[in-house]
Antibody, heavy 120, light 107 residues
């Protein structure tokens, strides 16, 4: 059974760095084709793709946010970590991690999401 | 970056109606187009991938069509449980983009 679970702070202050962890089970981050992405959704707004890390540890980022994002993984812990620097109130959103089982495949499994509020 | 334009942004229909949502890509994406359904407070759920392939377990009243830049999601007979927001999503060379969403309501 494939599951993904996001964890991290619910509240961060402006200018701080956000660190979110996605813990996966039911598949291996090292299996050929396996990718994990981060996607966010501000309250009442659309989904926005942020970043992806693949089975070969290659990283891909949203063009508009790439200077602020870092995605990494720890295969021993079955975890994928997203950091976002210089947080702003407009970054308030539910952050999802999700699995993509191949470059040309859809997102087939999602975490439940974690709401991050940016406020002083 | 490829932009996805979804229309309409909201839609109200009767139970039993045929409902159509469109998605247009800013450039040719072949058939790398997926559709998701999102209910309030929940993560999105995959409905259609590869523009027209129905995900396992999704009711057959859902269908997708199109290729290149123009795509359509159709619900052949709207049911109460279909009330949700629908998103298209494209994949292009390891960059992903979502449409703005279509909120579907019952009349």
């Amino acid at each position: 059974q494939v599951t993904l679970r996001e964890s991290g702070p619910a509240l961060v202050k402006p200018t701080q760095t956000l660190t979110l962890t996605c813990t996966v089970s039911g598949f291996s981050l090292s299996t050929s084709g396996m990718c994990v992405s981060w996607i966010r959704q501000p309250p009442g707004k659309a989904l926005e793709w942020l970043a992806l890390i693949d089975w070969d540890d290659d990283e891909y980022y949203s063009t508009s946010l790439k200077t602020r994002l870092t995605i990494s993984r720890d295969t021993s812990k079955n975890q994928v970590v997203l950091t976002m620097t210089n947080m702003d109130p407009v970054d308030t959103a539910t952050y999802y991690c999700a699995r993509i089982a191949g470059y040309d495949r859809p997102i087939d499994y999602w975490g439940q999401g974690t709401l991050v509020t940016v406020s002083s | 970056d490829i932009q996805m334009t979804q229309s309409p942004s909201s839609l109200s229909a009767f139970i039993g109606d045929r409902v159509t949502i469109t998605c247009q890509a800013s450039q040719d994406i072949s058939n790398y187009l997926n559709w998701y359904q999102q209910k309030p407070g929940k993560a999105p759920k995959l409905l259609i991938y590869g523009a027209s392939i129905l995900e396992t377990g999704v009711p057959s009243r859902f269908s997708g069509s199109g290729s290149g830049t123009d795509f359509t999601l159709t619900i052949s007979s709207l049911q109460p449980e279909d009330i949700a927001t629908y998103y298209c999503q494209q994949y292009d060379n390891l960059f992903y983009t979502f449409g703005q969403g279509t909120k579907l309501e019952i009349k």
